[in-house]
Each structure stands twice: as C-alpha cells, then as structure tokens.
C-alpha cells in the first residue's frame, strides 16, 4: 500500500467495546420517544389551517408519513449493510470520504444533536412551569432556563449509570407517553360523543388562500416526523441489526403515522374544525373541555413526559456518534473510550451534557445572546433579528435545520452511489422500488433544506459557523494522526 494512501485512513482507537443491548423492542422505544416529542400537541391547527379542508389536512400528515417511511427504508438499507455505530457518519465516510463524516460528527457534536436536546429540554421547562403553576406554585421569571438545563443533567446522569438504565427509563418514558396520547384519542371521543364537538364531517375549512400554503403545512408535518433515523445511530449495540434496525424503523415509522392519524382524528372529532384552527394548543383543550383543571394539568405532564423521552432518546443515540468520532480522529480520541462496567461511553456522554447545557444559555438568556452577537456587530449590528424568535425553542430549531437536512440528503444520496461504488456489498435488505424511493426521499430533503434556509436567513450562521471550524480541525487531525 502507498504511504501516502495509509495516511489517509482514520487512526482508530482500541477499547469501544459494544455490548449488544438493544433488542428490536428497544430501538423501537427509541424511535418513537425520539420523533413523537411535542409537534402533535401544537402542530396540527397549523396543517389544517394551511391545507384548506380537512381531508387536505388528513391527505398531507398520510403524505408526510410516507416520506418518512421512504427515508426509513433507505436507511434500513444502509444500516443493514454496514450495521456500524454511527449511522450517517459511517454511510458519509464510506461515500464520499473521512473528510465529509468528520463534518456530519462534528456537527452533530457541536450544533445538530446538543441544538435538538436544547429544544426539548425548552418545551419542558415550558410546560413544567405551567403544571407548577396549575398546582398552585408561583415560579419566579426566567426559571425556563434552569429548569431546561436540570433535565438535561438528569438524564445525561441516568445515562452514565450505563446503557442498561438509559435504556429502561427510555422504555418507560415512551410507555408512558403513549398512555398520555391514548388519553387523548380517548378524550376526543368523549367530547364527540356527548355532543360538544361540531362535527368532523365539515368539508371545506375557510381559507381563501390556502391553497398557497400546501407547502408550508407539508413543512410542519416532515418535522413532525424528524429524528427516526437516530436508531442507526446505535446498530452496533442492537442485537442482530442486520434483520433488526430494518425491522425497528419500519415498525417504528409506521407505528408514529398511525399514532399522528388518531391523534389528529381526535382533535377533529372532539373540538371540531372551527375551534381546531383557531387553537394553538389543541391538546390543551381537548383535555380541559374533558377533564377541567385537571386536565389542563394533565396535558401539561404529558408533555413533559413526552419532552423528556426525546432527550433521553438524542442522548443515548446522539453519545454514539461521538464515540465514533473519537474512534476515527485523534483529537477527539477520549469520546471513544468506553466503561465497561457500565457499558457507556462516559466522556462522550459528559461532553454532550456540557454543550447542550452552555447552548441552552447562549440562546435563552440576554447574557447568552449578547455574547453571541458579539462578533456580528463589527459586520452588522442585529445581523440576527431575535424579535423573530419566541425563546429557546424556536431560535435552536431555526439554526440546526438547514444543518440536518444538508445531511440528510447526502445520505439519502449515498444509498444511489454506494449501489454503484460497491454492487457487491451484502445488502441483507434492499430498498423496494428503487430508485423511485431514494430519489423520492432526497427529493423531500432538498425541498426541506430550501424551506429551512428560506426561513433561517442569518440565523442559519448560528449552526454553520461552528460547523465550518470543524475543516481546519479535520486536516491539523489528519496530520496528527500520522
């Protein structure tokens, strides 16, 4: 072999140890508590109201579903051939090189995954405040933020017990979760029987320009179903990910769209089209027109619960792309090393804790905000427009987007290419209808990309500028490593 194609190669470090743990009900528990986090308790008035009926409405979330399973079955394809931990890192490097997984890893390490956990962590704090509150507690202003924060350490804690823990408060949360959405397909029913409700059978919603706005409510829904891919992440912990990983995200994808379609059924059934579209919090309704004051609590806790199965998910998924990271680069060698006591990558775990928690700052407090407008006043003073952006939630979810499905496409479109690049590869499962699928996926991600950048505009730097230092640090890694 020529040096200089030796140098190439990425310096591994010895001692990842993966124990396979996850069955194919685990990895499905963590799809579902991942995806289903807070958009259908917030989300749907918003699609209805830009689809223009409601079988529009009903025809757009069944759409969104189906891309979704369109990109679960590209990554079943890619997960099954090359069942590594790391998921996108491992497809992105086998595609198109070292260089461009080092940049997904990097991403998902500084911006992608601590920016999503930061958003999680916000509706929680959100709605913990408003169930203190509900229960007769006064919490002092800005508690938003500490609260957001102390559920990250929590979790992040619960995780470095060991994979086994995570694992098991990952199974009850998603467990509970769903018990809280059966309480609101129930609830829907309830009032639709007694009568409360307009009917659902109202075939035209009053928009008059709805029909411009198709594609906006399409952009709500794909959101709505963001973050099943994670389970790729962990294909070296699942038990035979070969026959698993596919059949967990085709479980899992098909197990969210028939959630989302009940759950939307019952918003209809039990408040009607008319005060759907004008309530920003249809679960909240729902339940307190059922239940009263408490079960304006309840909703509250449902969510948190459900806020709370999200991070934990991003954690345990988000920690193994990390390790892979530090197998593969010497400057990030000791997010590689495992406990095996514990079965946890410990450091991995600790670094994402402490990014997620200082992003949660950065953005939710004037402090956080000032340091990051900083630099952008020598160019141009309110270069990001905060005014914009309600808290937390909104300015992580508008920086990272663009960011996620860049990425998104470039392993959507590294199915096509490795089908050429290694036709001899095993493939225990190959995409149906292909090339119609990927191209459909890719398709959906390009689109999406347009939509997030239109909207992010400056805000877009937020994620791309930490992303871009990621290339001086590939090639001073690179040569370090040799």
């Known amino acids: ?19 396979k743990q996850l069955s194919l009900w685990d990895t ?51 997960a099954s051939a090359i069942p590594e931990t790391g998921g996108d890192y491992v497809f992105l490097s086998r595609t198109y090189g070292n260089g461009c997984g080092f940049l997904f890893g990097w991403a998902q390490f500084i911006a992608i995954n601590p920016g999503n956990i930061g958003i999680m962590s916000y509706v929680f704090a959100d709605y913990a405040i408003e169930f203190l509150n509900a229960s007769g507690y006064e919490i002092p202003e800005g508690w938003s933020v500490i609260l957001a924060a102390a559920s990250v350490c929590i979790l992040i804690f619960l ?9 098991w408060a990952q199974n009850i949360l998603t467990l509970a979760k769903v018990i809280g959405l ?7 029913l309830y009032l639709g029987l007694q009568g409360t409700g307009e009917t659902v059978v109202e075939p035209v919603i009053k928009n008059p320009n709805s029909e411009l706005h198709f594609g906006l409510a399409m952009v709500f829904v794909l959101y709505a179903f963001g973050g099943w891919n994670d389970a790729a992440f962990v294909a070296a912990e ?21 959630i989302y379609l009940l759950i939307n059924f019952a918003y209809l059934w039990g408040l009607g089209s008319t005060r759907l579209l004008k309530s920003s919090t249809p679960a909240a309704e729902l339940l307190g027109n059922a239940w009263g004051d408490y079960g304006t609590q309840i909703i509250s806790l449902i969510i948190m619960i459900s806020s709370l199965g999200a991070i934990n998910g991003l954690i345990i998924t988000g920690s193994r792309v990390n390790v892979r990271l530090g197998m593969d680069h010497h400057f990030f060698a000791a997010l590689a090393r495992w406990n095996e006591r514990v079965n946890a990558p410990l450091y991995s775990l600790l670094s994402q804790g402490v990014i997620s928690i200082v ?12 340091l990051i407008d900083a630099p952008f006043t020598l160019i141009q003073g309110d270069f990001i427009k ?19 499905w860049t990425f998104f496409l470039l392993t959507g479109l590294s199915l096509i290419i490795l089908r050429y690049k290694s036709p001899q590869m095993e493939r225990p499962f190959r995409v149906p ?50």
Do not use: H
């Open 433 to 482: 209808l292909y090339p119609v699928t990927p191209i459909l996926f890719c398709l959906t991600c390009l689109y999406m990309l347009y939509a997030s950048l239109e909207y992010a505009r400056g805000l877009a730097l937020l994620g791309l500028i930490p992303v871009l230092i990621g290339v001086p640090l590939y090639w001073t890694s690179r040569r370090k490593g040799r």
């Open 182 to 188: 059966a309480a609101i397909f129930v609830s829907g």
């Open 28 to 78: 499905v528990n963590i799809i579902i508590g991942i995806v289903i986090g807070v958009s259908i308790f917030k989300l749907p008035s918003l699609v209805f109201g830009n689809a223009g009926s409601i079988e529009a409405g009903f025809v757009i979330w069944g759409l969104g579903g189906l891309l979704m399973l369109a990109g679960a079955l590209c990554y079943a394809e890619l």
């Open 1 to 19: 072999m020529p040096a200089e194609q030796s140098q190439s190669e990425p310096v591994s470090t010895p001692g990842a140890s993966f124990q």
């Open 359 to 370: 992003m949660i700052f950065l953005v939710g407090t004037e402090t956080g905000r000032g």
């Open 159 to 167: 995780n470095l017990l060991g994979l086994m823990v995570g694992k």
């Open 238 to 258: 699942v038990k035979e990910p070969g026959k698993n990983i596919p059949r967990a995200l085709i479980a899992g994808t098909g197990g969210i769209l028939v």
């Open 386 to 404: 905060w005014e914009q952006y309600q808290d937390g939630f909104d300015t992580l979810l508008v920086a990272t987007a663009p960011l996620f």
